[in-house]
Each structure stands twice: as structure tokens, then as C-alpha cells.
């Protein structure tokens, strides 16, 4: 089973400026990995998936990076709208399962 | 343009079996997307419980596979989820999702609102 951790628990930003998101996977996953922002109370919301590719609709300012097993999610110029919990999640393909990271609350700073 | 909501009782004693249903509009539970369900307990992360493909195999969740079933009902649109012999660690929020294999790495792109359900006597 393949693990996958997740940092900062907590990352204090500031509106403007850049936060890097971080996520290690214990094996190999090559480049099926995806993020997700969930604001209180509401289901998550696809950010990033093929650990690179924006979804539909995702401002520019989110950029996920890496492959194999260290993964990274850029937003650079946080807005205000942007605070919330991010979660990674890797895919395994066989037999297929789905493992999501501990998350990283990004607060204002 | 998709739609999940779950639907199911928000208390359930422990012991007993927690059945949830995921109704899906714009969508067919029989074209070619894993259907799935995620849980989160109070105040914690998401857990990745169970995912079906139509008239493929079901694949669960290691530490939960003994005690859930997902199916997915074509006649209704329906995906449904049963957890038995529940216990209060079973408490939390339950969304239903749906994955569109045409994107890299399979992710969860649709998302139901979540069913919080309480596991208490």
C-alpha cells in the first residue's frame, strides 16, 4: 500500500505572496497524482491532476510539479479566496486504489 | 453538466449497517467513469473507501474491505455504499465522486455536497 505524506500541517502566507505545498509518496506513482481544495463545510474541488495539468476552470496562479514519489503545488500571488485545506492524493494501478495526503491548511498569516 | 447527491439517514447505531445512495444527474452510472465514495471523519482528512467501474470489479479500501460493498444501480442511477457493523469510528461525512478516466492519474474530478452520518446509541 502505497503511503502518502503530506507538508506543512499549517503554512502561514500572506495575500500576495507564494505558497509551496509539498507531498512525498512511498513508492513510485509516476505522474497519477492529483490536488484538491476544501474550504469549510464543502466538498473538495479538483485543482491538479497528472501531477501537472489544471483543471477545467483553475486560475493559473495553482501549478503542480514533480513525478515519481515528490510532488508540489505552487500558488503564487495567494488570494484571499485561496485559504483553505489542500489535499494531495495519489493513484495506484493495480490493483487501483486512491490515497489521499494528511493535508495542509494554509491560514493567513 | 454532473451532479452527485448523496442521500441516507444521518444516525446509525452501532453494530447495525449504514447504507447510503449517490443519485447522479447529467451522467449514466453505466458509461465509462469509476464511481466512488470518500469519507471525512470530523475535523480530519479524506479517506478513500471504495470505487467501481461499470460492469467491472470493485475495488475497496484495505482497512475497510471486509466490512463495505459499493454497487452501482443502472435501472435508478444510482451508486450505492453499505458499511457494516458499524462503529462510531465509522462517523463522518460521506461523499460520493466520480472519476474520469480520460484524465492522467485518475483523479476524483466530480464531487457530491457529502452525507454526514452519526454512529451513536
Known amino acids: 500500500e502505497i503511503v502518502v505524506t503530506q507538508s506543512p500541517a499549517t503554512l502561514s502566507v500572506s495575500p500576495g505572496e507564494r505558497a509551496t505545498l509539498s507531498c512525498r509518496a512511498s513508492?513510485?506513482?509516476?505522474?497519477?497524482f492529483a490536488w484538491y481544495q476544501q474550504k469549510p463545510g464543502q466538498a473538495p474541488r479538483l485543482l491538479i491532476y497528472?501531477?501537472?495539468t489544471r483543471a477545467t476552470g483553475i486560475p493559473a496562479r495553482f501549478s503542480g510539479s514533480g513525478s515519481e514519489t515528490e510532488f508540489t503545488l505552487t500558488i503564487s500571488g495567494l488570494q484571499s479566496e485561496d485559504f483553505a485545506v489542500y489535499y494531495c492524493?495519489?493513484?495506484?494501478?493495480?490493483?487501483?486504489?486512491?490515497?489521499f495526503g494528511q493535508g495542509t491548511k494554509v491560514e493567513a498569516k | 453538466q454532473v451532479q452527485l447527491q448523496e442521500s441516507g439517514p444521518g444516525l446509525v447505531k452501532p453494530s447495525e449497517t449504514l447504507s447510503l445512495t449517490c443519485t447522479v444527474s447529467?451522467?449514466?452510472?453505466?458509461?465509462?467513469?469509476?464511481w466512488g465514495w470518500i469519507r471525512q471523519a470530523p475535523g480530519k482528512g479524506l479517506e478513500w473507501i471504495a470505487s467501481?467501474?461499470?460492469?467491472?470489479?470493485?475495488y475497496y479500501n484495505p482497512s475497510l474491505r471486509s466490512r463495505v460493498t459499493i454497487s452501482l444501480d443502472t435501472s435508478n442511477n444510482h451508486v450505492s455504499l453499505e458499511v457494516n457493523s458499524v462503529t462510531a469510528a465509522d462517523t463522518a461525512v460521506y461523499f460520493c465522486?466520480?472519476?474520469?478516466?480520460?484524465?492522467?492519474?485518475?483523479?476524483?474530478?466530480?464531487w457530491g455536497q457529502g452525507n454526514l452520518v452519526i454512529v451513536s446509541s
Open positions: 465522486a466520480r472519476v474520469d478516466v480520460r484524465l492522467a492519474g485518475f483523479p476524483f474530478e466530480n
Open positions: 467501481r467501474y461499470p460492469s467491472g470489479t470493485a
Open positions: 447529467g451522467s449514466s452510472v453505466n458509461r465509462a467513469y469509476y
Open positions: 513508492q513510485s506513482v509516476s505522474n497519477n
Open positions: 497528472g501531477a501537472s
Open positions: 492524493q495519489q493513484y495506484d494501478n493495480w490493483p487501483p486504489s486512491w490515497t
